[in-house]
């Protein structure tokens, strides 16, 4: 095989992980994030760095999980470099709260369900936004993405253990504001 | 029996970690009759969660991007940095400017009062010469007169020194 085709191959492989796992990136650090345009970039730079280090990639995790990664450690750089630069946090665009609950799937459901859900939402949402920053990517990879507990570890860096702690405790905290404002 | 939630988690009581809780929080414990009301809430909320960020997410990412809004955006943030540069550099510079002028322009008004005050030393120096000058003119001059009333007297004494 000439480096050319090999080249070519590598691309078409690139190619075909970027139209899987694009949508669930985005869609991570949008949850982490509320904000459109910032999730947007940071999915372009995600892809963008995965795409300078797919030859080091050894597919010992999966993509996604590698992925995941990138886009783990690009959202702290981007909260670290925020901090630093303070005169930019005014300059979020991130929706509230009671914006990002209003989001629900069109389904069959009865007007008083749909309140009921909106409202169950926002709650959610409420404890999200109290969690420290850990405690919510595994609470997000956990709830929104489905993922398994050893994939949270293997993208998050830490162990299953700590893993199962901090869900716990969110997953606490979301019973919490369940009984308490019910 | 083995148990599976929807998110797949066990809810059987196996798996459980010091907390009490299985590895999501789902209380695994003796089964109180209110906690599985409980865990039902939970999992309808977690459930409405997941569903609402993926028709949020869904619909972010199928409408139609905005790129040259945002290059203006950022095109804009950078003008304004760059302004905000420009000015804080001039105004860096400018303060350096003043400053410096003033230290010249306060070097220059001691160096004037330094030279008044030699002057004015200089001046108070010639005016006590002067009259020390004069008080010994006039000293001579009161030590050579006589009174009127002993004049007969001094030119007697000036005609015995003539005979």
Not at chain 1, 120 to 132: A, M, P
Not at chain 2, 57 to 72: D, F, K, L, V
Not at chain 2, 85 to 107: K, P, S
Request: charged share 25%; with cysteine; glycine share 6%.
């Amino acid at each position: 095989m000439t480096r050319v085709a090999a080249k070519e191959i590598a691309a078409q492989e690139f190619d075909a992980i970027v139209a899987t796992h694009r949508p669930q990136i985005f869609r991570f650090l949008l949850a982490s994030t509320r904000d459109v345009d910032l999730a947007e970039t940071l999915t372009q730079e995600c892809f963008l760095k995965a795409h300078r280090n797919w030859g080091r990639f050894r597919g010992e995790s999966s993509a996604m999980t590698w992925l995941m990664r990138i886009a783990i450690n690009l959202e702290k750089d981007h909260w670290r470099n925020r901090r630093m630069q303070f005169w930019r946090r005014t300059q979020t665009n991130a929706v509230d709260l009671d914006e990002a609950s209003e989001w629900l799937p069109s389904g069959e459901r009865s007007v008083e369900q749909q309140m009921l859900a909106r409202e169950q939402v926002g709650r959610v949402w409420r404890v999200v936004d109290g969690l420290s920053e850990r405690q919510r990517t595994v609470f997000l990879l956990r709830y929104v993405e489905e993922q398994e507990l050893s994939e949270i570890a293997q993208a998050t860096g830490l162990s299953e253990g700590t893993v199962k702690a901090h869900l716990s405790r969110a997953v606490g905290k979301v019973r919490a504001e369940l009984r308490g404002k019910r | 029996m083995r148990t599976r939630n929807q998110f797949g988690t066990r809810l059987d009581g196996t798996g459980l970690d010091a907390t009490g809780f299985d590895a999501t929080g789902f209380d695994a414990g003796d089964g109180a009759g209110q906690d599985v009301v409980q865990d039902t809430v939970l999992e309808q909320a977690l459930r409405n969660f997941k569903l609402s960020v993926r028709a949020w997410s869904e619909a972010a990412y199928s409408r139609p991007r905005a790129a040259q809004m945002t290059a203006r955006h950022r095109s804009w943030r950078l003008a304004a940095g760059w302004a905000m540069a420009c000015v804080l550099v001039a105004g860096t510079v400018t303060g350096g400017v003043f400053e410096r002028a003033e230290q010249q322009r306060a070097v220059r008004a001691a160096a004037v009062k330094a030279q008044q005050a030699q002057q004015q030393l200089a001046a108070a120096r010639q005016r006590q010469l002067q009259d020390q000058k004069l008080m010994t003119a006039v000293d001579t001059d009161i030590s050579q007169e006589v009174p009127s009333a002993m004049e007969p007297l001094a030119d007697l004494m000036q005609d015995g020194e003539t005979q």
